[in-house]
């Protein structure tokens, strides 16, 4: 494959994953945080379309559970009772892309319930929370990216372009924050706040940390960019023409950093969103009820949980795909930067 | 007639803060002076080393010299402020050793050619795409090649791009940092004609950076020497080829490449 197409296919993967998430509501079947409590910790349904009886059904079904005889936990599947799945219903209520009001599910029926990755203690369904889960976690993970990005970004470039006392400063600052425990300055941070916030603070306090730790790396690296774009003649021609610095640094100088900075966000999104799934674990991110990938998988701090309930651990196995599409994505990015180095070597031994 | 520029003691040190622990200084300028009166060609030769590129550079403002003076049309440069400078920047124009770095590898050649104009912006851009064409037209590059990206130059056209460049701002002095040095003889020799045919039809100084003494004999009224940051020896061209004062001098002409003289007997008629 050549590299265009590497990227090309990795940002494919990764919309295709991120749609989904981004459309939960649709592909939930019901309200992540409605519960059924009757049917706590229910495994996962299997779906079928042979019957027991071997008749071949053209709708998918699943059979209802019911307690195994003497036991409180145990599940088998009650034969005689089929849930056939129908798709394109009206269910719970929701806000497609955060604003839309819609009701249409991909499936699920409102009384008949199907739980295709099992119920939590409250019998919520793990699917719905696990897809709504994703749009906190992958939010947090792009916005802190984002974030990140633009404050290392203007760092760097100062720091690179005007050189001096200011540069000394800046990096000296750099490498206090890169020293920084940062898992042990949240919860200093999070010590100041009152025991209960609500989800949209803690939100916005996960993402504010990771900007606010995070931006050191990213700046060291635009602001060696920088100092060797500034000496290039090329902008030293244009200094000639009568430019002036800002648009010196906004023609010449920042363009370069462009390939820098898609990788760096390629390597900062996953490791963010595993930042808020940690922090989420230990009970600093979004409180219950409102689902995110950490706070699914704190249930895990349980033994009773983590010994009996695998469908539990879902959570921390649907981030594996989308490491694998950043990965991907900064490894094709960063093979397309060197080719671009290399190319340019050759270029100038020609001359 | 009065000299368009006019150096005086012009110095230049650079601290090397890397080699040893205490901070030590390197001579770069010692005390350069020259004057250049318009129209005319001066050519600085030297070896590698001796300060010609930073000469260039302080001259063209974009380095300050450390001490010494240097007058453009009577105004001094040295002592000006930044602001002063921005505007003075465009008549004196530098043309760079390595045309590789000099032109912006993702731009396209018409983009290239056409930043000073914009820069400027005094023209508008018909006016300025117009300009822009009729130069590159001059230094042989064909209009159609506009679009395309600088990487796909060979090395004469990058530096014919970059002369090109250089000339849509009509500069009063332009300044060839061994410009021609990386190419072949017969891209130097077309190139050359042109920078004399725009010598002859615009009045333009010319300050040639070169170690080829043959070159600058060729190309300049007058030549100066430089080594290790001093100007050695200056006179007219014809007087320092043949008749050099300086040991300098002499080992530059006796680097000057020769064929030698053939072995073989002259062919027969």
């Known amino acids: ?307 009996s309930y695998w469908w539990m651990y879902l959570p921390a196995l649907v981030m594996a795909p989308f490491f694998l599409g950043y990965l991907g994505l900064a490894s094709a990015l960063q093979e397309s930067s060197d080719a671009y180095k290399i190319e340019k070597r050759s270029l100038g031994s020609l001359a | 007639m009065e000299p368009i520029l006019k150096v005086e003691n012009l110095t230049k040190r650079y601290a090397k803060r890397n080699s040893a622990r205490t901070p030590q200084e390197f001579l770069a300028l010692d005390s350069v002076s020259f004057a250049v009166s318009a129209g005319a060609t001066l050519a600085i030769v030297g070896e590698s080393g001796s300060g010609k590129s930073t000469l260039a550079s302080c001259i063209a403002c974009l380095e300050p010299p450390t001490a010494g003076n240097f007058w453009f049309e009577g105004r001094n440069l040295a002592q000006s402020a930044e602001s002063e400078l921005r505007k003075i920047r465009p008549q004196i124009q530098l043309i760079f050793p390595d045309s590789a770095s000099a032109l912006s590898p993702r731009w396209s050649i018409l983009d290239i050619a056409v930043e000073p104009l914009v820069l400027q912006g005094k023209l508008g851009r018909k006016e300025r795409n117009a300009r822009t064409f009729f130069l590159l037209e001059r230094v042989g590059l064909a209009a159609d090649m506009a679009e395309r990206p600088a ?44 920078l004399l045919e725009l010598q002859a039809s615009r009045g333009m100084t010319f300050l040639f950076i070169t170690h080829d003494l043959t070159m600058a004999a060729h190309l300049a009224d007058e030549i100066a020497v430089m080594s290790r940051g001093r100007i050695v020896e200056q006179g007219p061209s014809t007087k320092i080829v043949r008749n050099p004062d300086h040991d300098a001098t002499r080992q530059l002409l006796a680097a000057v490449p020769r064929l030698p003289r053939s072995p073989w007997p002259a062919a027969q008629p």
């Open chain 1, 1 to 307: 494959m050549t590299r265009r197409r590497k990227i090309v296919f990795w940002l494919f993967v990764l919309g295709g994953l991120h749609g989904i998430v981004l459309c939960a509501g649709f592909f939930a079947p019901y309200d992540p945080v409605e519960q059924d409590r009757i049917n706590p910790y229910l495994p996962p349904m299997h779906l079928h379309i042979v019957d027991a009886e071997k008749h071949l059904h053209l709708r998918p079904f699943v059979y209802a559970s019911r307690l195994r005889p003497g036991t409180f936990d145990q599940y088998v599947e009650d034969i005689r009772q089929t849930r056939p799945l129908k798709f394109f219903v009206a269910g719970a209520p929701y806000r497609l892309f955060g604003f839309l009001p819609a009701r249409l599910h991909l499936f699920g029926d409102g009384k008949e319930r199907i739980y295709l990755l099992g119920t939590d203690a409250f019998g919520r369904d793990q699917l719905s929370r696990l897809l709504f889960g994703g749009q906190i976690s992958l939010f947090s993970g792009l916005l802190g990216a984002g974030f990140t990005l633009s404050i290392g970004w203007c760092i760097g470039a100062a720091a690179g372009y005007y050189g001096g006392w200011r540069d000394d400063m800046l990096m000296r600052l750099v490498e206090l924050f890169l020293a920084l425990p940062w898992l042990y300055l949240l919860f200093a941070v999070r010590a100041f706040l009152p025991l209960t916030v609500n989800p949209l603070k803690a939100f916005f306090l996960i993402i504010a940390v990771i900007a606010a730790v995070g931006w050191a790396r990213p700046a060291r690296l635009v602001r060696g960019i920088v100092l060797s774009a500034k000496e290039r003649d090329f902008v030293r021609a244009a200094r000639g023409f009568g430019a002036s610095s800002f648009y010196i640094l906004r023609r010449h100088i920042l363009p370069e950093t462009s390939s820098v900075l898609l990788t760096q966000a390629a390597i900062l999104i996953p490791q963010y969103v595993l930042a808020e799934m940690t922090l989420s674990f230990l009970g600093l991110g979004v409180p219950e009820p409102v689902p995110s990938w950490g706070n699914l998988l704190s249930n895990l701090q349980q033994y009773s949980v983590l010994v």
């Open chain 2, 151 to 194: 990487a796909e130059l060979s090395g004469g056209q990058r530096q014919r791009l970059a002369i090109a460049r250089a000339l849509t701002l009509d500069p009063k002095i332009l300044i060839l940092d061994e410009a021609l040095s990386a190419l072949d003889c017969s891209v130097q020799a077309q190139i050359a004609n042109v």
